[in-house]
C-alpha cells in the first residue's frame, strides 16, 4: 500500500480537475486557449462570446453579476456611460479587477466605438478628430496610421483594449446618412490603405482593431439600427468593391471583423443578414477571403437583426452557428434571459452547437492572449492620474490640427483669400459653437445667426439682407433649406462644408465653398485659415461631386 501512494499523489495532482491553467502562464497563444477552453465548463465557455453593455456612468448591479457570477468575456462601452472620462476610467478598472479574479484570471475585452471625426462614443476629455473623410481628403496613409495611434493611445489610457474602428464602408450611395463622413472615401483600393493604416496605428497603441461592418454598408441609405437594409449589388460586385478592403486587411492579419446587419437578396445569402449567414461568414470571409480572425456581430438588439430572427435568443444562436465569434448587447440582459438559457440549452443538446461555441471560445481567448499580455499591453487598471495627463493627448492636438489643415478642400473657389476688409460687413450662420468662435476670429465684428429649425428661415433673411457676405457652415438638409433660400438675395455666400459635402451638389450657385468634413474646432481653425490665405488647401474630394459647373481648385 506505501508503495502505491506517491503514484495516487502523483495523479490528484495532475487531474485537469485540480491543475488549472492561468491567462498568465507563458507558453504559446493557441496552446494556452486550447487548454482552458477544454478546462473551461460551458458556462464558462458561453460566457466569453457575449459583450454587454450596462445603463449609467457606474457599473450597475447586474453587469457586476455577469462578470463575477458568469466570468464574462467583454463589454462595450457606449456614449450614455462617458460623461465623466474619470469616472469611466475608474468603473472600466471596477469591472477588470472582478473579472482578474476569475477562475483562470481572463481579463475583459473592453470595447467601444472611437473612430474619430463623427464617431466618437467617448467623449468627454478626449480628441475631437477631423475623422475618415478627412484622411481620404489628404491622401497620406500616414495621417491614417497616426489617427489610429492617438486615438488608440486615448483609448489606452482609460483601459480600453479594442476599437470598432476603421470603418471601411466605402461611400457609395451618396444618400446615405449613416456612413458619409465616416469612409475614407469611394475607392475600394485607397479604402484598404487607408484601413489598413489605421489598424496598425492602433496597435501600435496596444489596441484591438476592427475592420465593419461586412459586407459594407455603404451602398444604401437605411440604418440597420432600425430596419434591415435590402443591397441589390450583385456577389461579382461586392467581391470588386466593397469587399476588396476586407481582402486587402485579412492578408495582412486583421484580428476582427464586424458583421453588419445587411441583406444581399442578390447573392447565395438570399433574404438573411450578413451577420446570421453561414454563406457570408463561413463561405466568403473565412474560406474565400481567408479570414483567421475574430467576428463580432454588431449590436444584436438592432432591429436589422432581430426582425430577420424573430427574437433575441433566436438572434443570437443564428449568429454563433452562422459563424459569429462574439455576440454584443447594447443592454445587460437578465442572468436567465431566454438570450442566455436558450444558448445554454443548445450547447448541452446539440454536440455541433457546443463545439461552434467552443471553437468561438477558443479563437476569443487566443486573441485576448495575443493583446492583452506584453509591454504594448493597455493596463487592465487605469491610472486615474494617467488620464488627467494625457487626454486629450497632448501629441494628437498638434498632429490632429495638421491633418485638418491637410484636408482641407476647395470645392468651389472664389479666388481665395478672403480678407476681412474685402468680405465687408458679414453674418456668420450656422449650428456649431466652434464654428462661431472662429469665425468671429477670421472676421471680428461679424454677426452670428444659429439656426435650429425650418420656421426660422424668415427671420434668417432679415439678418441677411443687412450684410455684404454670408458665410454659410453648412452640414445637413435643414442647413440647406436655409442655404438655398439666399439665393433670390444675390449676396455673397461662401459655404464651409462639414461631415459630407455631397450636399454642395444642390447648391452650385453660391460664390465659393470648402470642405472640412468634421466640426472638430480644429477643422474650423483649418478652414479659416484657408479663408484668410494663412494656409493653401490641398485636400482632393475622396468622390466625385455630381454638378460640372465646379470650377476645379487651384494647382
Known amino acids: ?16 480537475c485540480i491543475f488549472s491553467l492561468s491567462f498568465n502562464d507563458r507558453g504559446d497563444p493557441k496552446d494556452i486557449a486550447a487548454q482552458i477552453v477544454r478546462q ?11 459583450m454587454l453593455g450596462w445603463i449609467g456612468l457606474k457599473p450597475s448591479p447586474l453587469i457586476l453579476e455577469w462578470v463575477q457570477r458568469r466570468s464574462l468575456g467583454g463589454i462595450k462601452v457606449f456614449g450614455w456611460n462617458t460623461s465623466d472620462t474619470l469616472e469611466l476610467a475608474e468603473t472600466i478598472g471596477i469591472l477588470q479587477r472582478e473579472s482578474l479574479k476569475g477562475r483562470f484570471q481572463i481579463p475583459l475585452l473592453v470595447a467601444t466605438d472611437q473612430e474619430g471625426g463623427w464617431i466618437r462614443h467617448i467623449k468627454g476629455a478626449t480628441s475631437e478628430t477631423p475623422g475618415n473623410m478627412a484622411i481620404g481628403a489628404s491622401g497620406y496613409p500616414q495621417d491614417a496610421y497616426l489617427s489610429g495611434y492617438y486615438i488608440g493611445r486615448e483609448l489606452a489610457v482609460l483601459g480600453v483594449n479594442m476599437n470598432f474602428a476603421p470603418a471601411v464602408d466605402l461611400y457609395t450611395n451618396r444618400d446615405s446618412t449613416l456612413i458619409g463622413p465616416r469612409s475614407f472615401g469611394i475607392d475600394p483600393v485607397n479604402t484598404g490603405i487607408f ?15 476592427t475592420a465593419k461592418h461586412f459586407p459594407g454598408h455603404g451602398d444604401t ?18 467581391w470588386n468593391r466593397e469587399l476588396v478592403p476586407y481582402r486587402m486587411l485579412s492578408k495582412e492579419g486583421l484580428p476582427v471583423v464586424m458583421s453588419g446587419h445587411l441583406a444581399f437578396p442578390n447573392t447565395e445569402s438570399g433574404a438573411a443578414p450578413a451577420s446570421l449567414s453561414p454563406w457570408f461568414l463561413q463561405n466568403v470571409l473565412r474560406g474565400k477571403i481567408g479570414f483567421q480572425g475574430v467576428v463580432i456581430t454588431d449590436d444584436l438588439m438592432m432591429n436589422g437583426a432581430t426582425i430577420s430572427a424573430g427574437s433575441l435568443s433566436r438572434a443570437a444562436k443564428q449568429a454563433l452557428a452562422a459563424g459569429n465569434d462574439i455576440i454584443m448587447f447594447s443592454q445587460t440582459p437578465l442572468l436567465l434571459d431566454p438570450v442566455w438559457t ?28 495575443n493583446y492583452l499580455r506584453g509591454e504594448k499591453a493597455v493596463p487592465f487598471i487605469p491610472d486615474v492620474e494617467n488620464v488627467k495627463k494625457n487626454l486629450p493627448d497632448p501629441e494628437g492636438s498638434t498632429f490632429f490640427l495638421g491633418l485638418a489643415a491637410r484636408s482641407v478642400t476647395v470645392v468651389k473657389d472664389d479666388d481665395f483669400p478672403l480678407l476681412p476688409a474685402e468680405a465687408g460687413s458679414v453674418l456668420l450662420t450656422g449650428q456649431y459653437l466652434d ?8 472676421y471680428p465684428g461679424a454677426k452670428s445667426y444659429w439656426y435650429a429649425t425650418v420656421f426660422g428661415v424668415d427671420d434668417f433673411l432679415q439678418y441677411a439682407r443687412t450684410v455684404d457676405t454670408i458665410i454659410f457652415c453648412l452640414s445637413d438638409e435643414l442647413g440647406m433649406r436655409f442655404l438655398k433660400s439666399l439665393q433670390p438675395l444675390k449676396k455673397k455666400v461662401i459655404v464651409l462644408s462639414v461631415l459630407s459635402p455631397v450636399y454642395l451638389d444642390e447648391a452650385p450657385w453660391v460664390d465659393g465653398a470648402i470642405a472640412v468634413y468634421s466640426y472638430a474646432n480644429e477643422s474650423f481653425i483649418a478652414g479659416f485659415s484657408v479663408l484668410l490665405g494663412k494656409i493653401k488647401p490641398h485636400g482632393q474630394l475622396p468622390f466625385p461631386l455630381l454638378q460640372p459647373r465646379w470650377t476645379a481648385p487651384k494647382q
Open 342 to 369: 436558450v444558448l445554454l440549452d443548445a450547447m448541452k443538446n446539440e454536440p455541433a452547437f457546443r463545439e461552434r461555441v467552443r471553437d468561438a471560445a477558443r479563437r476569443i481567448l487566443e486573441m485576448k492572449l
Open 195 to 209: 484601413g489598413l493604416a489605421f489598424m496598425r496605428g492602433q496597435e501600435a497603441a496596444g489596441v484591438i482593431p
Open 435 to 442: 464654428f462661431f468662435k472662429q469665425g468671429r476670429i477670421a
Open 1 to 16: 500500500m506505501l508503495t502505491n501512494k506517491p503514484y495516487f499523489l502523483f495523479l490528484v495532482l495532475c487531474s485537469p
Open 221 to 238: 441609405d437605411l440604418d440597420s439600427h432600425g430596419i434591415l437594409p435590402q443591397i441589390d449589388a450583385s456577389f461579382d460586385v461586392l
Open 40 to 50: 473551461m465548463t460551458d458556462e464558462e465557455v458561453l460566457a466569453q462570446t457575449f
